[in-house]
């Protein structure tokens, strides 16, 4: 995960927003990803932005694209306890095969 | 479920034994992708499958690794030879290629070399 960083932790309060960042390297990423992952569990997808546009906005869940400054961020709206796990920021480059290059994770803890 | 299924869930060896897992994917997914996940870490690439022919492998993926796809639809990874280091989450995911850029992850198989 060295071209794709993220911070480790990020602890919020029930009902406030979170907002997890990643920043990248490859300029010729195209898709960028967030995935979250539950304890023990495989990665859900969660959504993804392709690099021409610079917000995506599906329910609680905003992604926000700088690809000036190749940052990502994932805002999710009135988190809930439900909403604790880790979430990875992916990158891929298309051209062909779109495999997915993944940070390691920012591990989001929500307390009431 | 039609979601990607890979078995066993955990496996547990002792070190220098052989492991398979199998991964079957979505149905009518051709692209088919394993992943190794250490603790504390994201996933890592190892290899990349379209159909029956797999096109990327990934430098992590030493000669102890073999990946294998023969039909195009399940897939098996084994290691040979099993060390310590080994020891870790293999996920596998796919993805279709006419909406290849969304690739679907199974639960993982968790491997303990003791």
């Known amino acids: 995960g060295e071209d794709v960083e993220q911070s480790l932790f990020l602890s919020v309060r029930e009902g406030d927003s979170s907002v997890i960042n990643c920043t990248y390297t490859?300029?010729?990423?195209?898709?960028l990803y967030w995935y979250k992952q539950e304890p023990g569990a495989g990665l859900q997808l969660l959504t993804y932005i392709f690099s021409n546009m610079d917000m995506k906005q599906d329910q609680r869940l905003t992604v926000l694209l700088n690809k000036k400054d190749k940052h990502l961020s994932l805002r999710i709206a009135d988190t809930q306890t439900g909403d604790s796990a880790i979430y990875f920021c992916a990158e891929s480059i298309g051209g062909g095969s779109y495999i997915p290059t993944f940070g390691r994770g920012t591990s989001l803890i929500v307390h009431p | 479920d039609t979601g990607v299924s890979q078995n066993p869930r955990h496996k547990i060896t002792k070190r220098g034994q052989n492991v398979t897992f199998r991964c079957d994917p979505i149905s009518e997914h051709n692209r088919l992708y394993w992943y190794r996940q250490t603790l504390g870490q994201g996933p890592e690439f190892l290899t990349y499958?379209?159909?029956?022919?797999?096109?990327?492998k990934s430098r992590l993926l030493s000669d102890r690794f073999s990946a294998e796809r023969p039909k195009g639809s399940f897939s098996t990874l084994e290691i040979q030879r099993t060390e310590q280091g080994d020891s870790a989450m293999y996920l596998c995911?796919?993805?279709?290629?006419?909406?290849?850029?969304?690739?679907?992850f199974g639960q993982g198989t968790r491997l303990t070399v003791v």
């Open positions: 490859d300029s010729s990423s195209t898709y």
């Open positions: 995911a796919s993805s279709s290629d006419w909406k290849n850029t969304e690739a679907f």
């Open positions: 499958f379209q159909n029956e022919a797999q096109l990327e």
